[in-house]
């Protein structure tokens, strides 16, 4: 066998790994702020040699990356579940006080948090969360037009694109709400929120009127 070659069980190591890693550094975020947490910090709550991490990760930067691409692909798995339904409008209604009760768990918050004010100093920090960005709103935009097309409601590029905007505005403003008033009744609140969507991307949209 090749030297270089790895075995399933070898992946599947690595990644445990990789994974205890990305759990011990978020709480050293979350505890320390990015720059207040060492890889020391990280490797003790990780139970394992700042040299293991190494072997993993470059830097605290390539930690975050990790950190940043699995949110990413959580919301395509899960948006992958509304294109799949029967009426991806409504799939993308009903996720949505999952996704407010989500954002409001003070530890996900202050995660997400904590990598925002990061990438507002830190050049290449901003670049992983941009990127991410960008990728989610492509995705969002795309079912969205997909929904709303189904429905025969408008699919201008402005409605789109405003929709897409109000909604991450939306959505990542919970995360600072979860800061600012611990004691948000979630359920209520999710419901509620969950009803302001509704009329949102069920709306006429947002193209301007042709001049008089």
């Not at 070659?5 to 050293?28: F, G, K, M, V």
């Not at 702020?33 to 990280?42: C, E, K, L, M, R």
């Not at 040299?51 to 692909?73: M, Q, R, T």
């Amino acid at each position: 066998m090749n030297a270089e070659a790895h075995t399933p069980a070898d992946c599947s190591r690595a990644e445990a790994r990789r994974a205890q890693i990305l759990a011990a550094a978020s709480d050293c975020f979350r505890a320390h702020g990015f720059h207040g947490a060492s890889i020391s910090q990280i490797s003790k709550s990780a139970g394992m040699s700042a040299g293991h991490i190494y072997h993993y990760f470059e830097n605290k930067e390539a930690i975050i990356a990790a950190i940043v691409a699995h949110d990413l692909d959580e919301l395509l798995t899960l948006s992958a579940t509304w294109r799949a339904a029967d009426d991806i409008l409504e799939a993308m209604i009903d996720g949505v006080a999952e996704g407010v009760k989500e954002n409001l768990e003070r530890g996900k918050a202050v995660l997400k948090l904590e990598i925002l004010a990061e990438a507002s100093r830190n050049p290449e920090i901003a670049v992983i969360v941009r990127n991410a960005s960008k990728c989610c709103n492509e995705n969002i935009t795309e079912i969205l037009r997909l929904a709303r097309g189904a429905k025969g409601l408008s699919t201008d590029d402005e409605t789109i694109t405003n929709m897409v905007e109000i909604l991450a505005t939306m959505f990542e403003g919970v995360l600072a709400r979860s800061v600012r008033n611990p004691d948000l009744d979630a359920d209520q609140f999710a419901d509620a929120f969950q009803s302001v969507v509704r009329s949102l991307i069920t709306g006429p949209g947002f193209a301007a009127s042709p001049p008089a």
